[in-house]
């Protein structure tokens, strides 16, 4: 069975730092490009970062740049995302997920590029 497996959400005040991880299972997205997705309440599921499957280039929403930092390491199948300096805007449930097209030059942003999609985790900001 073809999973990710998000983990590192908790609870954290504002300026605060997190790292959540994304771990793959089943199979090797190693020549996909992974992304983080956020969904807060009452909201809709927003794209927040996104990594090349070579590691080379990265997109990031406007809101979280020079404060998020997505990386990835392929022999370990795991994506990251170091989130520094959090604001209670920040509160959501983050989601990582796979392209569904091998090896893309750039990263897309449209949910319906991606096809798998891990259960996501919490992270709550505190004022």
């Known amino acids: 069975q073809v999973q990710l497996v998000e983990s590192g959400g908790g609870l954290v005040q504002a300026g605060g730092s997190l790292r959540l991880s994304c771990a793959a299972s089943?199979?090797?997205?190693?020549?996909?490009?992974m992304v983080w997705f956020r969904q807060a309440p009452g909201k809709e599921r927003e794209f927040v970062a996104g990594i090349t499957w070579d590691g080379i280039n990265a997109l990031y929403v406007d809101s979280v740049k020079g404060r998020f930092t997505i990386s990835r390491d392929n022999a370990k199948g795991t994506v990251y995302l170091q989130m520094n300096i959090l604001k209670p805007e920040d509160t959501a449930v983050y989601f990582c997920?796979?392209?569904?097209?091998?090896?893309?030059?750039?990263?897309?942003?449209?949910?319906?590029?991606?096809?798998?999609w891990g259960q996501g985790t919490l992270v709550t900001v505190s004022s």
């Open positions: 997920a796979a392209d569904r097209s091998f090896r893309r030059a750039t990263v897309p942003t449209r949910r319906g590029d991606y096809n798998t």
């Open positions: 089943g199979r090797t997205f190693t020549n996909y490009a």
